[in-house]
């Protein structure tokens, strides 16, 4: 059967779309997914430099490499550039190219706000870290805690920085959690119904709902924070009857959630890793996905187990305490059904399978620690203790960052045509597996010894400087484990083998494309049959009735088809640029920001009278 | 749309999944985002109350609040959901003329609305309530400014869908696009029955 022949809008011609203007005015999430995963490893290299000075400074007793004040904006950025500077964004990196492809979709619902969310990220995540340069970078903690921030005691331009930032990539990521959730609800290919999502596509759904409940209740918490700062409000100053203790719930109640939007993506990554490189379906496949929306809700429930110490009463610590525990549950389910994917199939050990495995250990040991101080007598003994600076790194790097790996490997074939080169890559797997382990166990002892976190330096003496010495050599094992990786990418990128479409016998739709995917993705909209499709196509269905292969022979197909593709639009980038506008302008001049605010206003009504 | 059998155009993308169109969709999931955002607002709120009174530092509200105009103003807002549903009816009839008015006359009321709110302000201001001076003032100036931006700026959206009936950009002035405004407009409304209640009419029980 001949197979039609594609007409794509004239704007989607090959000159059209070379050229850095065509990037700089896409709409298409597959190129706003490449553009959110080089931002988000270039973000990677700057908040693993800011690590490794860290790791200098504490390398030995009163030392004084970098001085106090410094090395509290080294912490503050570290963390803020790693949470919200790489790991969400390589995330979205993963939502972006993905999801489209896996429910058989030709775009996102707006394709112009997600352009306007990946450059919304993209100033505000350049504009805390240009504070390097104007002054001060940001100094009170990633997680701001009142009344450090206050003007009294952090008199410098940093927590402004911080604020309006952060402020910044929470409109974006709004957006971009109103844009996601609509996507996956409204467009899925014909057949492919909830059930049949892929687990990965489940996941992204939850972490946008995550995203849009809890992203507010930091905006407001900003919000206050700047009005004290800048108008002279009384929200978090004590001597006037304000509370610092507000700042804290407003800030755990979305930071809970918010590490749970860290994890999410990696268990979704993982969930398709597995199945295809073991040669089974993912076990219990519905059972992961509830667990993911129980973990979803139960997230909004916990927050104060951050706060165990600050005096809450025992009938809240306990109710926090028991909530805490309670999540641990789906968490565990999931893990067992990872082990049961596993278990009795013929496992291959690609560089992606690895890393996913690696999750699975790694993100169980921060998982255990986790559950340790949900108790909250133990945890008062935890709290501010590089004990829980080890439990966040096992969950953080051992588990989100080694996830998002596995899924570089695993899609780098797709989004690139060419393989990544799997001994490099190994090498890249075991040395970050060593070089983890070598910085951040150690940090167990070193918090069971006593050694507070957020110090600077520290005495001799007690016991701390052998193990402070090790969490140093691991770090620098770490940076020559991304050296590699890094490596191995640009050279993959020019030079790998050529992948094919489908190089792992892959189950879901990205992997009937080809490598990458064209323009418009799909030439006639799949009809799905399971939530295995491309497996019932290449071996028959699973399910015993009708695949999707005949499905679509048996339609009396046109010769020509014409595809209706989005134009490109510089408006969304304009808009973006409008909102950094507005939000630097509190910092400089109040004109500058009535320019920013009108900006969004002109861009937004020029782009709702643009042809679509 | 060409119909010979040889092309097929596939201008329209597959109908929504979900049964629900996705501006209204993102919409929906925008109010629910925003009532976290009032909601955090107004706990802040809730959680400072009378606290001024333990610090001996006024004003307090019930030094100036007006019962009586704040239920006038309320009862404004109130009458523009009602325009604001008579507009949604008309462009769902397709009477232009109707759409129009009932358009103009929610921005209106809006309007009104936001002018009660600046009159209370700079009485209150001129009272003796600073936004710097006292958690009351802080948080009643944030919360109340925060919701007067709202409806603020759905007066703006409801004069630009207003303004774009007159211009050859007319068939964008869909029943969808009045729609969504609308379930803006009512949920700011809605924003304010709480402001209201919990702010205002919870001072004069006991
Ligand atoms: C089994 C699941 C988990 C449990 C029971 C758990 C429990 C806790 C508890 C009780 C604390 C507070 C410790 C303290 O400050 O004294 C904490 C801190 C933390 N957790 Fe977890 N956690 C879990 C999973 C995760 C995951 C998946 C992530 C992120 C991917 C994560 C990231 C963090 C971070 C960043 C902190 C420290 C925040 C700070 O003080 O700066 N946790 N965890
Ligand atoms: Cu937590």
């Given at each position: 059967?001949?197979?039609?022949?594609?007409?794509?809008?004239?704007?989607?011609?090959?000159?059209?779309?070379?050229?850095?203007?065509?990037?700089?005015?896409?709409?298409?999430?597959?190129?706003?997914?490449?553009?959110?995963?080089?931002?988000?490893l270039s973000f990677f290299i700057l908040g693993g430099v800011e690590a490794l000075a860290i790791r200098?400074?504490?390398?030995?007793?009163?030392?004084?490499?970098?001085?106090?004040?410094?090395?509290?904006?080294l912490?503050?950025m570290h963390?803020?550039t790693m949470?919200?500077l790489m790991?969400?964004?390589?995330?979205?990196?993963?939502?972006?190219?993905?999801?489209?492809?896996?429910?058989?979709?030709?775009?996102?619902?707006?394709?112009?706000?997600?352009?306007?969310?990946?450059?919304?990220?993209?100033?505000?995540?350049?504009?805390?870290?240009?504070?390097?340069?104007?002054?001060?970078?940001?100094?009170?903690?990633?997680?701001?805690?009142?009344?450090?921030?206050?003007?009294?005691?952090?008199?410098?331009?940093?927590?402004?920085?911080?604020?309006?930032?952060?402020?910044?990539?929470?409109?974006?990521?709004?957006?971009?959690?109103?844009?996601?959730?609509?996507?996956?609800?409204?467009?899925?290919?014909?057949?492919?119904?909830?059930?049949?999502?892929?687990?990965?596509?489940?996941?992204?759904?939850?972490?946008?709902?995550?995203?849009?409940?809890?992203?507010?209740?930091?905006?407001?918490?900003?919000?206050?924070?700047?009005?004290?700062?800048?108008?002279?409000?009384?929200?978090?100053?004590?001597?006037?009857?304000?509370?610092?203790?507000?700042?804290?719930?407003?800030?755990?109640?979305?930071?809970?959630?918010?590490?749970?939007?860290?994890?999410?993506?990696?268990?979704?990554?993982?969930?398709?890793?597995?199945?295809?490189?073991?040669?089974?379906?993912?076990?219990?496949?519905?059972?992961?996905?509830?667990?993911?929306?129980?973990?979803?809700?139960?997230?909004?429930?916990?927050?104060?187990?951050?706060?165990?110490?600050?005096?809450?009463?025992?009938?809240?610590?306990?109710?926090?305490?028991?909530?805490?525990?309670?999540?641990?549950?789906?968490?565990?389910?999931?893990?067992?059904?990872?082990?049961?994917?596993?278990?009795?199939?013929?496992?291959?050990?690609?560089?992606?399978?690895?890393?996913?495995?690696?999750?699975?250990?790694?993100?169980?040991?921060?998982?255990?620690?986790?559950?340790?101080?949900?108790?909250?007598?133990?945890?008062?003994?935890?709290?501010?203790?590089?004990?829980?600076?080890?439990?966040?790194?096992?969950?953080?790097y051992?588990?989100?960052i080694?996830?998002?790996?596995?899924?570089?490997?695993?899609?780098?074939?797709?989004?690139?045509?060419?393989?990544?080169?799997?001994?490099?890559?190994?090498?890249?797997?075991?040395?970050?597996?060593?070089g983890?382990?070598?910085t951040?166990?150690?940090?167990?002892?070193?918090?069971?010894?006593?050694?507070?976190?957020?110090?600077?330096?520290?005495?001799?003496?007690?016991?701390?400087?052998?193990?402070?010495?090790?969490?140093?050599?691991?770090a620098f094992?770490l940076a020559l484990s991304a050296l590699?990786f890094f490596?191995?990418?640009?050279?993959?990128?020019?030079?790998?083998?050529?992948?094919?479409?489908?190089?792992?016998?892959?189950?879901?739709?990205?992997?009937?494309?080809?490598?990458?995917?064209?323009?418009?993705?799909?030439?006639?909209?799949?009809?799905?049959?399971?939530?295995?499709?491309?497996?019932?196509?290449?071996?028959?269905?699973?399910?015993?009735?009708?695949?999707?292969?005949?499905?679509?022979?048996?339609?009396?197909?046109?010769?020509?088809?014409?595809?209706?593709?989005?134009?490109?639009?510089?408006?969304?980038?304009?808009?973006?640029?409008?909102?950094?506008?507005?939000?630097?302008?509190?910092?400089?001049?109040?004109?500058?920001?009535?320019?920013?605010?009108?900006?969004?206003?002109?861009?937004?009504?020029?782009?709702?009278?643009?042809?679509? | 749309?060409?119909?010979?059998?040889?092309?097929?155009?596939?201008?329209?993308?597959?109908?929504?999944?979900?049964?629900?169109?996705?501006?209204?969709?993102?919409?929906?999931?925008?109010?629910?985002?925003?009532?976290?955002?009032?909601?955090?607002?107004?706990?802040?709120?809730?959680?400072?109350?009378?606290?001024?009174?333990?610090?001996?530092?006024?004003?307090?509200?019930?030094?100036?609040?007006?019962?009586?105009?704040?239920?006038?103003?309320?009862?404004?807002?109130?009458?523009?959901?009602?325009?604001?549903?008579?507009?949604?009816?008309?462009?769902?009839?397709?009477?232009?003329?109707?759409?129009?008015?009932?358009?103009?006359?929610?921005?209106?009321?809006?309007?009104?609305?936001?002018?009660?709110?600046?009159?209370?302000?700079?009485?209150?201001?001129?009272?003796?309530?600073?936004?710097?001076?006292?958690?009351?003032?802080?948080?009643?100036?944030?919360?109340?400014?925060?919701?007067?931006?709202?409806?603020?700026?759905?007066?703006?959206?409801?004069?630009?869908?207003?303004?774009?009936?007159?211009?050859?950009?007319?068939?964008?002035?869909?029943?969808?696009?009045?729609?969504?405004?609308?379930?803006?407009?009512?949920?700011?409304?809605?924003?304010?029955?709480?402001?209201?209640?919990?702010?205002?009419?919870?001072?004069?029980?006991?």
């Amino acid at each position: 059967m001949a197979s039609p022949a594609i007409v794509l809008p004239e704007h989607c011609s090959e000159e059209k779309l070379s050229g850095i203007w065509s990037w700089i005015t896409t709409v298409d999430h597959k190129r706003i997914g490449v553009m959110y995963g080089v931002s988000a490893l270039s973000f990677f290299i700057l908040g693993g430099v800011e690590a490794l000075a860290i790791r200098t400074q504490l390398a030995m007793p009163n030392q004084s490499i970098v001085g106090a004040h410094f090395y509290n904006s080294l912490v503050t950025m570290h963390a803020t550039t790693m949470i919200f500077l790489m790991v969400m964004p390589l995330s979205a990196a993963f939502f972006n190219y993905m999801v489209p492809l896996m429910i058989g979709a030709r775009d996102v619902a707006f394709p112009r706000l997600n352009a306007f969310s990946f450059w919304t990220f993209l100033f505000g995540g350049l504009f805390i870290n240009s504070s390097f340069f104007f002054g001060e970078a940001p100094a009170a903690g990633w997680f701001g805690y009142a009344n450090l921030t206050s003007i009294q005691y952090s008199p410098g331009p940093g927590v402004d920085f911080w604020a309006l930032g952060l402020q910044t990539l929470g409109v974006a990521s709004l957006a971009a959690g109103f844009n996601f959730i609509a996507t996956i609800l409204n467009m899925r290919a014909p057949g492919m119904s909830l059930m049949r999502m892929p687990v990965f596509v489940w996941m992204t759904l939850v972490v946008q709902f995550l995203v849009i409940l809890s992203f507010p209740m930091i905006t407001v918490a900003l919000i206050l924070l700047t009005f004290d700062r800048m108008f002279g409000t009384n929200f978090y100053v004590p001597e006037a009857g304000g509370d610092p203790l507000l700042w804290q719930h407003l800030f755990w109640l979305f930071g809970h959630p918010e590490v749970y939007i860290l994890i999410l993506p990696a268990m979704g990554i993982v969930s398709e890793v597995l199945p295809v490189f073991a040669r089974k379906p993912l076990f219990g496949a519905p059972f992961v996905i509830f667990s993911g929306i129980l973990i979803g809700f139960v997230g909004f429930g916990v927050w104060s187990h951050h706060m165990f110490t600050t005096g809450l009463g025992p009938v809240a610590d306990t109710a926090f305490s028991l909530a805490t525990m309670l999540i641990a549950i789906p968490t565990g389910v999931k893990i067992f059904n990872w082990l049961a994917t596993i278990w009795g199939g013929s496992i291959r050990f690609t560089t992606a399978m690895l890393f996913a495995l690696g999750f699975i250990s790694m993100f169980t040991i921060g998982g255990l620690s986790g559950v340790m101080h949900a108790s909250p007598p133990i945890d008062l003994h935890h709290q501010d203790s590089y004990f829980v600076v080890a439990h966040f790194h096992y969950v953080l790097y051992g588990g989100a960052i080694l996830g998002l790996f596995s899924g570089i490997y695993y899609w780098f074939p797709k989004i690139t045509g060419k393989l990544m080169d799997e001994s490099w890559g190994k090498v890249h797997f075991w040395s970050s597996l060593v070089g983890l382990n070598v910085t951040f166990f150690p940090m167990h002892f070193l918090g069971m010894q006593g050694m507070p976190r957020r110090v600077y330096t520290y005495e001799g003496g007690f016991g701390w400087d052998i193990w402070n010495l090790c969490a140093t050599v691991g770090a620098f094992t770490l940076a020559l484990s991304a050296l590699i990786f890094f490596i191995n990418l640009l050279k993959s990128l020019a030079n790998g083998e050529q992948a094919g479409n489908d190089p792992w016998d892959g189950a879901t739709l990205e992997w009937t494309l080809t490598s990458p995917p064209p323009v418009h993705n799909f030439d006639l909209m799949p009809k799905v049959t399971s939530e295995r499709p491309f497996w019932d196509q290449k071996y028959g269905s699973t399910h015993g009735h009708d695949d999707t292969t005949e499905v679509a022979e048996e339609e009396q197909l046109p010769a020509e088809i014409h595809i209706h593709m989005p134009p490109a639009s510089y408006w969304p980038m304009v808009v973006s640029f409008g909102v950094i506008t507005f939000f630097a302008g509190l910092m400089i001049h109040p004109v500058v920001s009535v320019v920013g605010a009108l900006t969004v206003i002109v861009g937004t009504v020029a782009w709702t009278f643009e042809p679509e | 749309m060409s119909s010979d059998h040889s092309a097929v155009s596939v201008h329209e993308h597959p109908p929504p999944s979900f049964g629900v169109p996705n501006l209204k969709l993102a919409f929906w999931l925008f109010l629910a985002s925003d009532c976290m955002l009032f909601g955090s607002l107004i706990a802040t709120y809730l959680s400072y109350r009378g606290k001024d009174q333990l610090f001996g530092n006024g004003p307090y509200p019930l030094d100036l609040f007006s019962v009586e105009v704040t239920t006038i103003s309320t009862f404004d807002l109130l009458m523009s959901s009602v325009t604001m549903v008579l507009a949604v009816a008309a462009i769902q009839r397709g009477n232009m003329f109707q759409t129009r008015l009932w358009l103009g006359l929610t921005a209106l009321l809006g309007a009104i609305f936001v002018g009660f709110q600046g009159y209370e302000f700079t009485h209150f201001y001129l009272e003796g309530l600073k936004l710097q001076g006292n958690l009351f003032g802080s948080t009643f100036y944030v919360l109340t400014g925060f919701h007067g931006t709202h409806v603020t700026l759905g007066v703006v959206w409801l004069l630009l869908v207003l303004a774009t009936t007159f211009t050859k950009h007319r068939g964008m002035v869909t029943h969808l696009n009045v729609e969504v405004a609308g379930l803006y407009w009512h949920f700011v409304d809605i924003v304010w029955i709480v402001i209201f209640t919990l702010v205002y009419l919870m001072e004069y029980t006991v």
